[in-house]
């Protein structure tokens, strides 16, 4: 009975979350939020036989905020540019020994990247260092707040480049224990008809601002 009493008040307060920003997130902040899988720290990397990445990681997954050992496959797409880390490519725990086969290529991992919120790797490569005498390197990234992603990004040099942007799985995630902030949705409604034009004008600044630059190669300086 009471999730069905939760469930008419939501449905009750859908017109107003549309009315501004504060709103939205209060609201969408008491039923549930979308949640992704994160990055702390990349310990090895590697491309098996069958042409996947495999990470071994320290993170977090989309339900929980418990920082453990992870290890992420991922099928490395012949002609995209991007990929997604599905929920089972995230698999609890380090693949052990994978490393020390002969058949595994080496991925080199490079110092994390820091981008401003919301922005894309490939749309900022020139933040990118490259690491001298690495054929094959692994980025993670990592953005100021409120951007909570922490995307990977694949680099290949030689005679056949590639640049590819690698994002864990996302989700929704129910918060139960947060339905007391109901009750702020009258106050948020208030503020958001007040500051209505300074959302529109924040909004606006999201994003990439540049063309993407391309990766300069191994014999050329960065400026």
Known sequence: MCHGFIGRITLMLLPLMLSGCCTYLTVDTATHTFRHDTIRRIEKAGINPDDQLVVLVEGTTAESSRVGPFTITVSLPTSEDGVWVTRQGMAKGWESGFLSRTNTLLVTVAPPVVLPAYYSARGNQERFLEITGAER??????????????????????????????????????????????????????VDAVTFPFQIYFLSTLGDKSPPVPLKNSNSSLK
Request: net charge positive; hydrophobic share 35%.
């Open 137 to 190: 390197t692994l980025y993670l990234v990592r953005h100021l707040t409120p951007d909570r992603q922490t995307p990977l990004f694949y680099v290949v040099q030689g005679r056949h480049p590639r640049k590819i942007d690698i994002y864990p799985d996302g989700r929704e995630v129910k918060t139960p224990r947060r339905y007391p902030f109901l009750l702020l949705v009258p106050l948020t409604i208030a």
